[in-house]
């Protein structure tokens, strides 16, 4: 099979977003190894505000198969909120009240001490406590008696706790991501810890998989798979790895995007010879055409309250964002700037959406505040790809090239924090998971 680029240019064909639907991630056939699982982070940038915060060497048993304090501290960095401060201290546990004036001196506001401690049925017990170095006080802590395969979900479960204590808002370093890879010829959607580590294979396929989208319970993934030898969609269960097919129609199967209420799926059909919009019903039925145009439209994103979507269409004479209501109605244009807009993403909170636009021969990412229209640029590398919001709308995680490879990236909403989520292979169209109950 043919493959093409995910960021081949559009204007001068107007097929090529098309084929960026449905074969975008057939173009990363690189020769870089296969990477199972294991992602080293690198955070670069510094926000304008950052909460400083110490983690004490914590007591933990000899070969721990996880640093859980450092994957804490990782978390909390990542966020782009928060900044490590050393610390030089011996080791103190949950049952420590230590002396915080020499925190405080130090310019630490938060410190975090804990344990990890084998128990009689192999499990171990994870605790912490957060200290207030500032005002004195304890800001509480938890236990966590898990296996050793839990370890890493303990620890980004205690990052929650302390992000949330320390900046009023929800963590998400205990959800989820998913995403696309290949080498040799293996196509493989991965599932993985919201840091990139712990990644689990969903699906191996000789075939192409793209465009990945979770559910909003977070239980299931909608993906695009060839192979049937052409563009299908299909809804898989990840706690049973049972899935099912939601479209085989005529002619092109792509871009899945779930309703808000998870009732329904969004996609691009060729039904009617052009690439347009139908609802899919999930439990059956003729799927319905939204989109009423001769051209492409494509790439449907819901806003989280379910009243609008915004896509992607040519029917200006080159690809820009639209919004309408969920029956095709209401149809206005959002973006302006330039020539070239694509793949939309609506924050959580419905006040921003994260695009990818064309600059020069450059695919790079804005930031669009919906109520103003105001834009900010977040990137200023060549080929980002798939944005896709965090559950608490702080982070924003991509696909790019970089240093001659592919690699994730997460960045905070003014661009200033980025987070390097690095594999030794091919990685692409990222989605980021909600919140699990």
Known sequence: MTTTSSIDPFPDNPWALHRRQWLG???????????RAQFRVEVTGV?????????????????LPQDVPAIVAADLVRSGLLRQVPSQTQGLDETTHPDLAPWKA???????TGSVRP???????????????VRGTDLGGQSYPVGAGQLRLAAHRIADYVYE?????????ATRIAYVG????????????????????????????????????????????????????YVHDIA??????????????????????????????????????????????????ITQTGGIDTEPAFAPDGKSVYFVSDRGGSPQIYRMTPDGREVTRVTYDGG?????AISPDGRHMVYVTRQGGAFQLRLMDLSSGAVTALTDTQADESPSFAPNGRLIIYATRTQGREALMTTSLDGRVKARLNARGNVREPDWGPWMA
């Open 182 to 233: 290949e080498q040799g010829g293996q196509h493989r959607l991965w599932v993985a810890d919201a840091d990139g580590e712990n990644a689990q294979p969903a699906l191996t396929s000789r075939e192409p998989i793209i465009s990945p989208a979770w559910s909003p319970n977070g239980a299931q993934l909608a993906y695009v798979s060839f192979e049937a030898r052409k563009p299908v969609i």
């Open 106 to 112: 130090q310019g630490v506001d938060a410190l975090i």
């Open 119 to 133: 128990l009689a049925d192999g499990r171990f017990d994870v605790r912490f406590r957060l200290w207030d170095a």
């Open 25 to 35: 991630a057939a173009a990363a056939a690189l020769a870089a190894p296969w990477a």
């Open 240 to 289: 049973t790895g049972r899935r099912r097919l939601l479209a085989s129609f005529r002619g092109s199967n792509s871009a899945p995007a779930w309703s808000p209420d998870g009732r329904r799926v969004y996609a691009t059909l060729t039904l009617a010879g052009s690439s347009q919009i139908y609802a899919l019903d999930l439990d059956g039925g003729q799927p319905q055409r």
């Open 47 to 63: 926000g304008m505000q950052q909460i400083p915060f110490a983690v004490a060497p914590w007591r933990v048993p000899g070969g």
């Open 165 to 173: 204590k320390l900046t009023g808002e929800r963590g998400v370093f």
């Open 340 to 344: 070239y807009n694509i793949s939309p």
